[in-house]
């Protein structure tokens, strides 16, 4: 059995290390722009936080391996190696204080996607043996029981009879040929099933097929968080196993960030192979319906209410217009935050930082951008997309003791649904 | 060493070393720095990281959205002057531009002195700015290493010794000109090694991000 | 002519009238760059001023110094000066020649010690003394002896001052400036290629008038005729401001009189009255006469990369330089990509997967306490 | 603009700064009485200058030639008090040429030297 060590790590970042890294460490000129970006900076004021001095360790590794320079300063014994002790320090700077929302990526003014570095640093981090015990414990439950959170199949399958009997409808499992293939994360099978009620009576009325898999139900990657592209590539090989074994067209990410990244963006290069399925965030979908006039809702939303963008959908995802269009549908209260979109700030607890205990402290006093945000907005309900988010918002605000309700917007869609029966008897 | 042989060494031999060591270190840095590569992205694009990364090249000098230029407005407004400024003074400035023409062949048309002379004053205030930035603000203060302020001079000392020998101030201007001529030299030996390489690998890093965010589909 | 007579006695003989000894000493201050309000002063030195011992030595030269000097008619006010001195050996000049003419030197050197003035226009060989020899005296002997009995050392003409264009790039004869031997004396260094006459008399007129030499800057040159830069007294220099610049010897810049920087005028760093002495009785300077400023003054103008070159631009030829430093930095390059491929490489080969069971170290703190 | 025209666009800007100057001795002439002197040829001047601060001064109600190791010309300007005095060699080159400010330029007044030697030579003159 092998371990972890300071070798492997470094090894580890030797092989991250390509021409991007080398260019971004090669135009930083310390200007300080990412620190006001980043919301662990700005609401604890710690200049230790500044985001490109969370990949100090990477930038120097590269200096000393990959430059004319740095390896005749290394061969001259001129420069620090990089020690246990350092990267132990650095455990808080990379897991507690980033995540992974990419807004230092975007103000960077000479276009260095710090964030991603800083991705790559946890590669060498996790392979070190530098992880936090809570995402190590993470990644172990994924591997071993298939979730995160150690949520088993028949937990999922009690929560399947209970939407079957609410809603009247079947849920399919492990349906060969289906269109969809929905994939749910832990935290809606435990703390959100409405949505797992909502997709099935929405994906009735538009008259779409679609399934569960038994074998890959859940769409978190703990292997995206702790940094670990060999564990993450494993997690997104059931995924992609299921999907061809189904032979669906199409795989929907849940209302979670990181998983639409691992599975959308990071999943071909983690397998090393293009999928031979399409791969969708749920709102892209609902908005594909709602184009195709497969979406039909009734009534509105009376309550003012904001919608709070997942730092995975929109900064490193793409998915920006599609919230809005379905908003549109049912919210005519509908108000953006300040910084909304692209820019908008992170709810403090993506990038795995919820799932580590280390960083509950820090993740507390981050959520303040979050609350001074919404404080400003005078708004009865919160919508979002990822129930990371939603769980962060609902415990900040609890301990803020600020009394606005967080919803899944697939779900308060779902609340409107059109129940449109002539057509589907027309249909059936 | 008199004035006239300083100034004759710095045109001549001086600048033969600076070029040297600036081209080659150019060139081995770009060298340096591509060849580490990158690897396919084999996620189903949602637009052309080529084009992307070239847009983001430019729109990346374009002010951020409002709140970001409100959060960082020192940096944002110092970098901006520094930079126009330092466009405005090596290639507009009418000696400049004939120095370009002896090694490149060809010029371009230079604008009045006086408005560059106002342009090189502009740009020494924003660096002191930046440097009073560094040494106060606690983010820069931390993050500041020798090199920062080495760079720094290296910046600094070219315009301070161009304005003071333009308005034959301080020394007698051949000798001015000489130490003008030698901080620039100074500037393009250390250039491609610190972090002033980010005047040309600036368009890399912004041309990866770029990309990389345009493959997604997000507006860099 | 006697060495005691006063110049004012000198003149009077000559039947100056006092005007006419007002309108030297108003001449006078005006090549000597003083304000007219010194001409009393002027005059009342100048009254009792006693005819100075002048010896000129020439050597590496083309006589173009003394073209300059003594082509001005005369009796000029130049001309007058050096009636007012005692010009006791010039071998271009002097009617005596071979063992005759050394004689006079060796005479005026003796009658004078200590007093008289040693003018050199001409660099010297260092390389071999047969390069240039006077009466089979090289000149570096010759320059040694004679001035050690001199007041002071006036050198005229870039080559005596800066070593000239015998000093240029490759100097084969190993040609130094007077003041690179001799250290012990107050040296005038009086440059141009040629110098302007009227500077050369000037300082004739400032030791004739003050017994001192003026006050010289870095280079050991009168303040007074060297302190301006042409390009800044040059009419010119508004169109450099504006940048406005010729940029051939026949374009509509040229002929409108536009700044001629980008055709290689060395103003810029060059020191001299050009612009006001102004050359052939004052007609014209060469700026004025449509050609740029060959810096002819400056030490090394010889070798500031072409008269036709803008100063701006690179002495040598630097894109040559660039194109094999370009060369040089793709081959290091390449080499540096290699090593760096083949560490990616086998970082990459030696890649171990992790796996949920290696996410911790191995800490010996750890194990103990799980074994206890 | 033909190429002739514009070389009269040629300016140091200095005449301007002459006339200035002038104003201001005039003005201390009347004051203190105190004369002043002003070297044209310590001035740069652009092709033509000269001849225009000249054309600008004017002529005045007298001029005097004076002729002692060579001519000099004495010219009042239009402008009462402001002299133009030019000297020159046997030549007839121009040596120097001077504004002096003055109620009259000194080098006009017969000297005390030449009275004296004027004085002696008629006394001998007498004698014979």
């Known amino acids: 059995m092998s371990e972890a060590s300071l070798e492997r790590g470094i090894a580890a970042l030797k092989e991250q290390i390509d021409a991007p890294v080398a260019a971004f460490f090669s135009s930083c000129t310390h200007c300080g722009m990412c620190a006001d970006a980043c919301l662990f900076h700005t609401e604890t004021g710690c200049p230790t936080y500044t985001p490109i001095y969370k990949v100090e360790p990477m930038r120097r590794l590269w200096e000393q391996e990959y430059t004319l320079l740095g390896r005749a300063k290394k061969a001259l014994g001129l420069s620090k190696p990089i020690t246990e002790e350092e990267l132990e320090k650095w455990q808080s700077k990379v897991y507690n204080t980033c995540t992974l929302c990419g807004r230092c990526s975007m103000v960077c003014p000479v276009g260095n996607d710090i964030t991603g570095m800083i991705r790559k640093m946890r590669e060498g981090m996790s392979a070190g043996g530098f992880a936090p015990e809570g995402l190590i414990g993470a990644s172990e439950r994924a591997v071993e029981i298939g979730s995160p959170m150690g949520v088993r199949l028949p937990a999922l399958k009690a929560q399947i009879k209970h939407a079957e009997k609410d809603t009247g409808l079947a849920i399919p499992m492990d349906v060969e040929g289906a269109e969809y293939l929905v994939l749910l994360s832990s935290m809606e099978i435990m703390n959100y099933p409405e949505y797992l009620h909502a997709i099935t009576r929405i994906f009735h009325q538009a008259g779409k097929t679609w399934t569960l898999c038994s074998e890959a139900f859940e769409a978190t990657n703990s292997g995206i968080q702790i940094g670990s592209s060999d564990i993450a590539a494993e997690l997104v090989g059931r995924v992609v196993a299921a999907a061809e074994k189904l032979k669906v067209k199409t795989v929907i990410s849940p209302e979670c960030g990181h998983a639409y990244t691992a599975i959308r963006w990071e999943g071909p290069n983690l397998v090393h192979k293009e999928f031979g399925f399409k791969v969708q965030h749920i709102l892209e979908v609902l908005d594909e319906l709602r184009a195709e006039g497969l979406l039909k809702t009734e ?99 609890e301990i803020n003791e600020m009394d606005i309700p967080i919803l899944g917007l697939t779900e308060m869609l779902a609340e409107h649904l059109k129940e449109d029966k002539p057509v589907e008897e027309e249909t059936s | 060493m008199n004035s006239a042989d300083f100034l004759l060494w710095v045109r001549g031999t001086g600048l033969q070393i600076a070029t040297v060591i600036f081209v080659f270190g150019v060139v081995l840095r770009l060298f340096e720095i591509l060849t580490l590569g990158h690897k396919k992205n084999l996620a189903v694009t949602r637009g052309s990281g080529f084009k992307e990364g070239f847009r983001n090249i430019l729109t990346r000098s374009l002010p951020r959205d409002k709140n970001t230029l409100r959060r960082s407005m020192f940096t944002i407004v110092t970098g901006y002057v520094l930079h126009i400024g330092l466009f405005v003074v090596i290639f507009l400035l009418a000696p400049h531009i004939s120095l370009f023409e ?28 930046i440097l009073y930035h560094r040494l106060t603000n606690p983010v820069l203060k931390f993050l500041s290493t020798k090199q920062d302020y080495f760079v720094w001079a290296l910046t600094f000392v070219p315009l301070i010794t161009g304005y003071l020998s333009y308005h034959h101030l301080f020394l007698n201007y051949n000798w001015m000109l000489g130490i003008h001529i030698l901080s620039v030299e100074l500037l393009m030996i250390f250039l491609p090694f610190t972090k002033l390489s980010h005047a040309f690998t600036l368009f890399i890093a912004r041309w990866y991000s770029g990309s990389m965010m345009g493959e997604k589909g997000v507006k860099s | 002519m006697s060495h005691d007579e006063t110049l004012k006695e000198s003149l009077t003989r000559n039947g100056v009238s006092r005007r006419g000894f007002l309108k030297f000493c108003a001449t006078a201050a005006s090549i000597m760059a003083l304000p007219p309000s010194m001409v009393p002063a002027i005059a009342a030195a100048l009254e009792s001023a006693r005819r100075p011992s002048v010896i000129w030595l020439s050597f590496q030269e083309c006589t173009g110094c003394a073209e300059s000097l003594t082509r001005s008619h005369s009796p000029t006010v130049e001309g007058l000066i050096f009636d007012a001195i005692s010009l006791d050996y010039q071998h271009t000049l002097q009617a005596a020649a071979g063992d005759a003419a050394e004689e006079a030197r060796e005479e005026a050197m003796k009658e004078n010690w200590g007093k008289y003035i040693l003018v050199v226009d001409g660099s010297i060989p260092l390389g071999n003394p047969g390069y240039s020899t006077i009466a089979g005296i090289s000149n570096l002997d010759m320059l040694k002896e004679t001035a050690k009995g001199a007041a002071a050392i006036v050198a005229v003409g870039t080559c005596a001052t800066f070593g000239g264009i015998p000093k240029a790039n490759p100097n084969p004869t190993g040609a130094v400036s007077v003041s690179d031997i001799i250290k012990d004396k107050p040296i005038v260094n009086v440059s141009g290629c040629p110098p302007i006459p009227v500077v050369i008399t000037g300082v004739l007129a400032h030791f004739l008038t003050f017994g001192t030499i003026p006050e010289l800057d870095e280079l050991g040159r009168p303040k007074v005729f060297y302190g301006n830069n042409i390009h800044d007294r040059c009419y010119r220099r508004p169109f450099y401001e504006r940048g406005e610049f010729a940029e051939t010897f026949d374009d509509e810049g040229a002929k409108k009189g536009w700044c001629l920087f980008k055709l290689g005028c060395k103003g810029p760093i060059t020191y001299n009255a050009c612009a006001t002495a102004k050359w052939n009785e004052g007609t014209s300077f060469p700026i004025e006469s449509g050609h740029g400023c060959l810096g002819c003054s400056e030490p090394n103008f010889w070798d500031m990369g072409g008269f036709y070159k803008a100063l701006s631009q690179p002495a040598v030829d630097v894109s040559q330089t660039a194109a094999y430093a370009l060369g040089a930095g793709a081959v290091a390059g390449l080499g540096i990509a290699a090593l760096n491929r083949k560490k990616k490489a086998d970082v990459a080969t030696d890649h171990q997967t992790v796996t949920i069971h290696d996410l911790r170290r191995n800490d010996p703190s750890k194990t103990e306490a799980e074994d206890s | 603009m033909s190429n002739v025209n514009t070389c009269a666009s040629l300016d140091t800007g200095n005449d301007i700064l002459i006339l200035h100057e002038i104003r201001h001795a005039l003005r201390k002439l009347l004051d203190d009485g105190e004369s002043t002197i002003i070297d044209l040829r310590a001035i740069p001047m652009a092709p033509g200058e000269e001849a225009r601060i000249e054309a600008m001064l004017g002529q005045g109600e007298l001029s005097a030639t004076l002729n002692a190791l060579g001519k000099s010309t004495i010219n009042e300007t239009a402008f009462s008090g402001a002299w133009l005095i030019t000297h020159y060699n046997t030549e007839d080159e121009i040596l120097g040429k001077f504004i002096e400010i003055s109620k009259l330029p000194s080098i006009l007044a017969s000297q005390h030297e030449d009275i004296e030697v004027a004085l002696e030579q008629l006394t001998h003159q007498l004698l014979v």
């Open chain 1, 299 to 397: 009534g509105i939303e009376e309550a003012k209410l904001t919608f709070h963008d997942p730092c995975q959908l929109v900064r490193r995802g793409g998915v920006v217009e599609q919230p809005r269009n379905l908003l549109d549908m049912i919210a005519p209260n509908f108000v953006e935050m300040e910084d909304s979109g692209v820019m908008n700030w992170c709810c403090g607890a993506g990038g795995g930082v919820s799932a580590n205990e280390d960083a509950d402290k820090v993740r507390n006093k981050a959520f303040n951008r979050k609350k001074k945000q919404l404080e400003s907005l005078d708004i009865d309900v919160v919508v979002t997309a990822c129930a990371n988010c939603r769980i962060q918002l609902e415990d900040g605000l």
């Open chain 2, 102 to 129: 002896g090694i490149f062949g060809f010029g371009w048309p230079s604008i009045s002195t006086p408005i560059v002379d106002l342009f090189a004053v502009l740009t020494m205030i924003a660096l002191l700015a």
